[in-house]
């Protein structure tokens, strides 16, 4: 009853395919009436619910589809292909993506591994990589529909809305990707916060050195644990995260020498080339094919 109830409310709150801003700072609704194949996207934390319909996530070459039994949990940023590839007028995706506050997330994981001896330890959890695909609860479930229910009054969105959304995080934590995620924004994850700073200073020169510098490890060890959580060495890591970044600029309708310059990359031969090599395309035939759809 709870999904129907959100279901409708999505629908109530959505008259056009794409995103509509729900409101509530960090909560976007989304429908989509026609199949969209998967493209580059940068997945900044978040979750992604769906209540009707399915959607697709391609990461490093795995493949996760996922409906209204499963939602997406990505605590870190991460360069995925995401689509709509079965939606049609017949079968609508509705559905809803709220930002993770990486500062609150954290906050609320480091309260939860205070309180010890509350939260179970789940077999083979500690190494899910990137993205997870977590089973809808009825926390969860409960404390989505308690959110949405206040998109369209200022007044409860001002009064409660922090609260709500506060819920909708625990819940998130204390699920099925709760083990994932509190590792992901737990106060010793430096892989977390070198993932967030590449993901702010694209445009700047970024190394291994300086990227295991700043997680305070050797660049043996950086390298390692990185390519553990993320499954992608540092370096494919960020120039995938770039390229991604330039695919959605140019998709926007930016130049390709100005999305090559803005996500850090001097040379545009060298961006040419290894746009090419990642999406099969040049970014100029790119650009034409998204502008065509």
């Known amino acids: 009853m709870c999904k129907t109830q959100i279901k409708n409310l999505i ?18 609704l989304f429908r989509a009436t026609e199949a969209i194949p998967c493209v580059p996207v940068v997945y ?7 209540v009707s319909g399915a959607k697709e996530a391609v990461f490093d070459g795995q493949r996760y589809v996922y409906d209204d039994s499963e939602y997406l949990c990505c605590p870190m940023s991460m360069p995925v292909k995401a689509g709509t590839p079965a939606a049609s007028p017949e079968a609508p995706l509705y559905g809803v993506m709220i930002a993770l506050d990486p500062a609150i997330m954290t906050g609320l994981a480091m309260e939860m591994e205070n309180a010890s001896g509350v939260l179970p330890m789940t077999k083979g959890a500690l190494r899910a990589q990137g993205i997870k695909l977590a089973g809808w609860d009825d926390g969860f479930t409960d404390a989505l529909l308690r959110l949405l229910q206040l998109v369209g009054s200022r007044t409860d969105i001002a009064v409660l809305g922090k609260a709500r959304l506060l819920e909708v995080y625990y819940a998130i934590l204390k699920g099925d990707a709760g083990l994932f995620a509190r590792q992901a924004f737990g106060t010793g994850n430096a892989i977390a916060r070198s993932i967030a700073h590449v993901s702010s200073n694209l445009d700047a020169t970024i190394s291994i050195d300086d990227m295991a ?30 390229l991604n970044n330039a695919a959605m600029k140019i998709a926007g309708g930016m130049t390709v020498s100005e999305a090559a310059m803005d ?13 090419k090599r990642l999406y099969g395309q040049s970014p100029r035939q790119w650009g034409e094919a998204q502008q065509a759809l």
């Open 11 to 28: 629908i109530s709150r959505t008259d056009r395919d794409g995103l509509t801003e729900a409101g509530i700072p960090g909560v976007r």
């Open 213 to 242: 510098s700043r997680a305070g490890m050797s660049r043996a060890v950086f390298h390692r644990k990185f390519k553990q959580v993320t499954t992608m060495a540092p370096i494919q890591f960020v120039k995938s995260m770039r």
């Open 263 to 275: 996500v850090g990359y001097v040379s545009p031969s060298q961006f040419s080339r290894e746009f």
């Open 44 to 50: 900044d934390p978040c979750a992604v619910a769906i």
